[in-house]
């Protein structure tokens, strides 16, 4: 991390790795996009008790894998030993998304644009269909399908490359 840069600052630009390690561990998007909000904040906090942190990603993490031990105490559904093989490793799944990034990143470049942007706003932005349908104008069934089509030109390239997609 950088001397100069805040913890904050880094959640803020790598929000995403955060957001992707918490859908490996909780397959319903919305849950783990506020799961993924539920670390921010309290990483944020723990930056504001004046909590010293030498490496971040680290830290983040951990905190991530303790509110991911939490939801699945609250669902009540799992026993202690079950929670603990729920919950993904972190450093193959930084690896992973990082990896798998670098692999996407020119397969998203040859999308067509409003692909890309859906994309993007899904992604990166972290809206909801509703909400990129009003942000791009058009109608919320146009954004699924584009969506899913996009999705599926995705999982085409990585397929061709031996990738098993279904692990993020």
């Given amino acids: 991390m950088d001397e100069k840069q805040t913890i904050s600052e880094w959640l803020i630009e790598n929000f995403y790795i955060i957001h992707f390690y918490m859908r490996r561990g909780e397959a319903d998007p919305e849950v ?3 799961l993924a909000q539920e670390v921010f904040a309290k990483i944020s906090a723990a930056e504001k008790r004046g909590v010293n942190v030498e490496d971040i990603r680290p830290y983040a993490y951990a905190v991530a894998g303790n509110v ?3 939801h ?3 669902k009540g559904r799992y026993k202690i030993s079950e929670i603990e093989d729920k919950i993904p490793d972190p450093r ?3 690896e992973y998304v990082h990896g798998l990034r670098d692999l996407l990143r020119p397969e998203i470049k040859k999308l067509p644009r409003r692909q890309r942007q859906i994309i993007w706003l899904r992604y990166y932005d972290g809206m909801s269909p509703k909400e990129i349908a009003d942000e791009l104008g058009i109608d919320a069934a146009t954004v699924h399908n584009m969506h899913s089509l996009a999705l599926r030109r995705l999982r085409e390239a990585l397929i061709q490359q031996g990738i098993d997609y279904r692990r993020a």
């Fill in 92 to 94: 193959e799944s930084a």
């Fill in 32 to 34: 783990a996009a506020e």
């Fill in 68 to 70: 991911l031990k939490d």
């Fill in 72 to 74: 699945y105490k609250a």
